[in-house]
């Protein structure tokens, strides 16, 4: 069974870092585009960082571009999303995404807030 777990949300002041993480089972990560979504309530989901499969390429919103950064770790089977120099309008639910020709799925998702 595949399973998604997104991890490391919380609560931090504007200005900080956090570093998500998206944990597989069941597939092989790398074999996989890798999407980090978000979703603010009252708020459609919307695309934050993308990863081609084997990390062929890489794109992000225009509002997190050289705050956020999408990374793997083959060994670990392991996606993370870096975000630096947070603001309030990050706050959100952060999913993790894994697509491939046949198959798409998603984490249950990890809650970030940016407050002071």
């Known amino acids: 069974q595949v399973q998604l777990v997104e991890s490391g949300g919380g609560l931090v002041q504007p200005g900080g870092s956090l570093r998500l993480s998206c944990a597989a089972s069941g597939i092989t990560l790398s074999r996989y585009a890798m999407t980090w979504y978000r979703q603010a309530p009252g708020k459609e989901r919307e695309l934050v960082a993308r990863e081609g499969s084997a990390g062929r390429s890489t794109d992000y919103a225009n509002s997190v571009k050289g705050r956020f950064t999408i990374s793997r770790d083959n060994a670990k089977n392991l996606v993370y999303l870096y975000m630096n120099n947070l603001k309030p309008e990050d706050t959100a639910k952060y999913y993790c995404?894994?697509?491939?020709?046949?198959?798409?799925?998603w984490g249950q998702g990890t809650q970030v807030t940016v407050s002071s």
């Open positions: 995404n894994a697509r491939i020709a046949w198959a798409e799925y």
